[in-house]
């Protein structure tokens, strides 16, 4: 069925994140035990806790707005987990995994922080009040994660990838 109103696309948009969110919280796990550096697998299960209560404000937000969210699978965030997860195979475990991980993990941030910022102005325009500071709080999360692992590949995973190889 085509999306033909501003509404119907909020839904679609935010049932998309949804499948994401839920998609994370599959991976992230996996992610967490194929880490070395025990302050990245931390960081994979801090975000999988985040990633749960986010789902949770995708819920609540469908509450609040009477909404009710499709069933679809998020093709872009499927993308980026089935490559992170190639990637796991591919790469020797240690400080490269871990660069790699780092890498794929900030893919997938960047693309919950464009989903995000495009649900909070769509929000804004079509006057869904209680959902903007739920997306903005989930919003706030995604960029911290994003820039923690800035900083861990930055500090560290990059220099030990390089030193070991």
């Known amino acids: 069925m085509p999306i033909k109103t501003p509404s119907e696309l909020f839904i679609h948009d935010l049932s998309d994140t949804y ?55 998020c093709e872009g965030m499927a993308g980026l987990v089935e490559e992170t997860l190639s990637m796991v195979d591919q ?3 240690g400080p490269v995994l871990d660069a790699a991980l780092i890498g794929s993990a900030q893919k997938a941030e960047h ?23 739920l997306l903005q709080a989930t919003l706030a999360e995604e960029q ?6 800035g900083a861990m590949a930055e500090a560290s995973a990059i220099e030990q990838a390089e030193a070991t190889s």
């Open 91 to 93: 790469v020797q475990e």
């Open 19 to 73: 499948s994401a969110e839920k998609q994370m919280t599959r991976s992230l796990p996996r992610l967490a035990r194929a880490a070395t550096d025990p302050q990245l697998a931390q960081a994979f299960e801090d975000h999988l806790e985040e990633t749960r209560a986010q789902v949770e404000r995708i819920e609540e937000i469908a509450e609040a707005l009477g909404l009710k969210l499709k069933r679809i699978k």
């Open 111 to 133: 693309y919950e922080i464009a989903s995000y910022t495009s649900l909070i102005l769509m929000a804004m325009k079509l006057g869904y009040a209680p959902a903007v500071p």
């Open 144 to 149: 911290a994660t994003d820039k923690r692992l």
